[in-house]
């Protein structure tokens, strides 16, 4: 594989008592498990009301935005997501520790429209943008039904339209970009996304609805983000675990103002347009308190991100007990990367070493009062 690799940290930063949009790590005790954060909207304004869960515990937002999620029992990993109805879903895979709490901020993508249809009649509906890249979704004759599948008089469709370009694209976007992709027999990839629709159901009284039928999704490019090619992969949210499931392919039509692709979907998540690269890197991160100490004293729970300076692909993830994470990235470069915790000054990585197919790198996060600056 030629690839082109250039590690370039972003600028030092202390990270006190607010945390970064795309979460952080943190420290202390308490029984069972602790998942503590902030919740906030895409121009960093703090959401209250918002519910968030996993393994069966919720939690509430307060007026700051803040929750403190506590689990019982989890493995090793927990899938928590974040919602409420004004705002789309949101799903993050979070490391916990019995004896140290994993502190993990998201953000919410408001709902772009919502409207009440009549669910027997056919019916199309388009987001409201003002900047003309709506999505849109065509609803079959009865094809909204109740969650138990019975017949329904009244029905409302909300739908959300989220292109590269954005405001928080990468910070805000409903998962991480990791698919699982059936063509290559389940193999985890990532994805380099160009735009994303949301469309969730419910009757006429508020409550969940599902798809009866076939629908059919149309995902808006612009010149600037046009993929340019005839069929596009289609992936959608398996918010069970977090990762993106490779479905069928979209299908351009350049008949339409702004271009689309084109998917028939027989059930509602998040749905997105990507493509995954033929070869990847395995980038191998540790964060540690200190590289000159002996043995190195492991950062559990930090915050980690790597961007890619061309296409819209992020990796994150959030260091395990022994201050790892592993992101698979498509070559080339550059990338950036950054760690972060809250209480810890960002040094910044201090050894990057390349081999065929993987860059090991440590990374220094000081925790703040010790050493200089």
């Known amino acids: 594989m030629n690839m082109r690799f250039s590690l370039r940290a972003l600028a030092p930063l202390a990270v006190a008592a607010v945390l970064s949009s795309f979460g952080c790590g943190g420290g202390g005790t308490s029984p069972g498990y602790r998942v503590l954060g902030k919740v906030s909207d895409p121009a960093g304004a703090p959401l209250k009301g918002v519910t968030v869960s996993a393994a069966g515990a919720t939690a509430i937002t307060d007026a700051s935005g803040a929750y403190d999620l506590r689990v019982t029992s989890a493995t090793s990993e927990l899938v928590v997501t974040y919602g409420s109805a004004q705002y789309n879903q ?14 993990q ?7 772009g429209r919502k409207t009440s249809i009549d669910p027997v009649a056919a019916t199309t509906v388009k987001d409201a943008r003002t900047d003309g890249k709506n999505g849109q979704v065509a609803l079959p004759a009865g094809g909204v039904v109740s969650a138990a599948g019975g017949a329904l008089t009244s029905a409302n469709v909300k739908i959300t339209t989220w292109v590269p370009g954005d405001t928080g694209y990468l910070d805000s976007f409903p998962a991480q970009y990791v698919g699982v992709n059936s063509r290559a027999a389940g193999e985890k990839v990532p994805l380099i996304t160009y735009g994303a629709v ?17 629908a059919t999704l149309r995902f808006p490019v612009t010149a600037e983000n046009d993929p340019a090619v005839p069929t596009i992969p289609l992936w959608y949210l398996d918010t069970n675990t977090g990762i993106w499931v490779s479905d069928s392919d979209a299908v351009r039509d350049e008949t339409t103002t702004p271009v689309t692709y084109r998917a028939d979907v027989n059930h ?16 191998r991160i540790q964060v540690v308190r200190d590289p000159a100490s002996d043995p190195l004293v492991p950062v559990f729970g930090a915050q980690v991100m790597v961007r ?8 994150r993830a959030v260091t395990n007990v022994d201050g790892r ?10 990338f950036d990367v950054r760690a972060m915790k809250i209480e810890y000054f960002d040094e910044g990585p201090t050894s990057v070493v390349t081999s065929p197919g993987f860059v090991d790198i440590q990374y220094w996060l000081r925790p703040l009062g010790t050493g200089a600056s």
């Open 90 to 103: 949101c799903v993050s895979v979070v490391p916990v520790s019995e004896t140290s709490n994993t502190e």
């Open 105 to 111: 901020n998201v953000m919410l993508l408001p709902v």
């Open 198 to 214: 949301n469309v969730t159901l419910e009757d006429g009284a508020g409550q969940p609805a599902r798809l009866s039928g076939t």
């Open 268 to 283: 509602f998540s998040w749905w997105v347009i990507a493509v995954y690269p033929s070869s990847t890197v395995k980038l």
């Open 308 to 315: 890619r300076e061309r296409g819209a692909w992020q990796g």
């Open 325 to 334: 994470v592993s992101i698979v990235a498509p070559p080339p470069g550059p």
